[in-house]
């Protein structure tokens, strides 16, 4: 079946413009997470959805990062007014919910580079 | 709070010779562990979990993973390397009593299984 998806898979960008990068997870699944790994990182917790509850946004890392997701499906990390430090790759993944034994499943990312 | 932590940056082998893969972890409660790999340009790939029971956890591809709760580890291991066995591996750590759904990883390590 489908994996996680995630487009653009690479996306070049000015210093200051605003960039989208959209997330469409395993069908069925209600979880949905965003990380971020820099080079030579591991990954750092962005965002996390589970159904039509409020989002855990405790690792976004600045006010320029948002994201949403709609009719609990698909999934737009926005990043404003970029910066060169936010240079990564943004991963998604889903997941199953309600019990945290389940493992989650990643996309093959969205590799983001500010010039 | 939870961390993980994996002390090798590089794990060398040949191929055909068995492999160990480190990872220690700290949580408050009790903890569900994960092991992912990551192949160039692509997402994290589910490899096994630990949830509760046997201290021995196979999973994909031939590896598998002891828990040591005494020890706070959750060393990934193969007994015999194959080349195709090259990639980065991520070991994560939930825990089960604080209900946070989010992962945390470790910093990574890279497996070279070498001819």
């Known amino acids: 079946g489908a994996g996680v998806s995630q487009s653009p898979s690479n996306k070049v960008t000015e210093k200051g413009k605003d960039v989208e990068l959209r997330c469409d997870p395993i069908?069925?699944?209600?979880?949905l997470y965003w990380y971020r790994q820099s080079l030579g990182q591991g990954l750092e917790f962005l965002i996390y959805?589970?159904?039509?509850?409020?989002?855990?946004k405790s690792g976004l890392p600045s006010d320029r990062f948002s994201a949403e997701r709609t009719g609990g499906s698909v999934s737009t990390l926005t990043i404003q007014r970029t910066q060169q430090e936010d240079s990564a790759v943004y991963l998604c993944a889903s997941s199953l919910a309600g019990q945290g034994y389940q493992p989650q499943h990643f996309g093959d990312g969205t590799r983001l580079s500010i010039l | 709070a939870q961390s993980v932590a994996q002390p090798e940056d590089q794990v060398n082998v040949a191929e055909g010779n068995p492999l160990t893969v480190k990872c220690t972890y700290s949580?408050?409660?009790?903890?569900?562990l994960f092991w992912y790999v990551q192949y160039p340009n692509r997402g994290l790939q589910f490899l096994l979990k630990y949830i509760t029971g046997d201290n021995l956890v196979k999973g994909s591809y031939g590896f598998e993973a002891e828990f040591n709760k005494s020890q706070t580890s959750f060393h990934l291991k193969k007994p015999s390397a194959l080349v195709s066995d090259s990639a980065l591996y991520f070991c994560a750590v939930r825990d089960r009593n604080t209900g946070f759904q989010k992962l945390v990883f470790g910093t990574g390590t890279r497996l070279l299984v070498s001819p």
């Open positions: 069908s069925g699944h209600t979880a």
């Open positions: 949580v408050s409660g009790n903890p569900y």
């Open positions: 959805f589970q159904g039509n509850s409020a989002p855990d």
